[in-house]
Structure formats: structure tokens, C-alpha cells
């Protein structure tokens, strides 16, 4: 299980060990699911690559290896999908239960490498209440409802506060 913020600036190779760039964001599809990483390149000032997520042969601690023979792409939004920062963006956006509770705001999304599916959201309420509480993680199974102003994700489990420690916490849970 990996997370958006573990993964910001690390860099990626292909086999040959030629490094493709670091990664600068990732996409997520509608139905929630991380689709791509997207990798700011070397050498190039703004071209970002896509690299789909099944492309990736290994998450390491240092750095993550493709298949050299990747259908990778140059960058461009799509209309059904959001980032993290770039596009579409969702860092920061309102997060909601389908009850009308508010969570908090999106910092950050916990997801299997392979697969790509998000299984987990790290939510924040402010600077000063990180600080103070801590931020929140919630686990979810069912995709998120993701529209202008809110998304909509069913929570299972809320984690987070200064009593826990949101990461191991969320993994010794299942069902992953």
C-alpha cells in the first residue's frame, strides 16, 4: 500500500535504467481508481508523462521501475479523470459521507500499488488542527462520488488524531 505523498518526487526507471523522471502526480479515473502516475521529465521545462500503473514492474524504497515497453504518453487532462494537483485537482477538496457529515479536506489517498484501487483518504481540517489532532484517515471500500464541490465516500473506519498513528494503523487493517 502506498500513498500520493510517498511517492511525490520519487524517481522512476525503465529497465534499461534510463530514468523516464520523477513522479509529480498521479490520475485517478472516476470510478477511483489510480490509473496513472504522471512524471514531470527530464530535461523537458513542463512535459509531463503518463505512465499507466500497470506499466509498473516495482514500488521500491529509492525509486520505481517500469516495463520498458510501456504505453507511456505525453500528458494531457482528460474530461473523466482528476489528479491530485495538475487538471482536475482534488487535493483540498471537501470530502463528505453520503449522510451529509463533513470529514475534512483531502490531503492525500492511500492506494494498492497494483491494482491501483484507493482504499484509504488522509483528510485534514487546517494547520493548526493537524498540529493540535492530527490529521484523520478514513478506509473505504465503495468508490467515491466525486463531484464540483464535494466527494462522497462512504467511511468504514475513521482513523487519525494524535492517540494513533494513521499509517500502521490503517495497514494492519483488512481487507487488503
Not at 11 to 25: A, F, I, K, S, T
Not at 116 to 144: A, C, H, M, N, Q
Not at 153 to 172: C, F, P, W, Y
Amino acid at each position: 500500500m502506498r500513498t500520493f505523498s510517498l511517492l511525490k518526487g520519487m524517481p522512476v526507471y525503465d529497465r534499461n535504467g534510463e530514468m523516464l523522471g520523477e513522479v509529480c502526480d498521479i490520475c485517478i479515473g472516476d470510478e477511483g481508481m489510480v490509473t496513472d502516475l504522471l512524471l514531470q521529465m527530464k530535461g523537458f521545462i513542463g512535459k509531463k508523462l503518463r505512465v499507466p500503473v500497470q506499466s509498473v514492474s516495482s514500488f521500491g524504497e529509492d525509486g520505481i521501475m517500469v516495463d520498458s515497453n510501456g504505453q507511456f504518453s505525453i500528458y494531457q487532462e482528460l474530461d473523466d479523470e482528476y489528479t491530485m494537483h495538475h487538471g482536475r485537482p482534488l487535493a483540498k477538496k471537501n470530502t463528505m459521507t453520503p449522510q451529509g457529515e463533513q470529514l475534512g479536506l483531502l490531503d492525500d489517498v492511500y492506494f494498492l500499488e497494483k491494482e491501483g484501487t484507493i482504499v484509504g483518504y488522509e483528510l485534514t481540517d487546517g494547520f493548526f488542527s493537524d498540529i493540535t489532532e492530527g490529521k484523520r484517515i478514513i478506509r473505504t471500500l465503495d468508490p467515491p462520488s466525486i463531484g464540483k464541490d464535494a466527494i462522497i465516500v462512504s467511511a468504514i473506519n475513521q482513523r487519525g488524531g494524535s492517540t494513533h498513528d494513521e499509517m500502521s494503523e490503517l495497514s494492519k487493517q483488512g481487507p487488503w
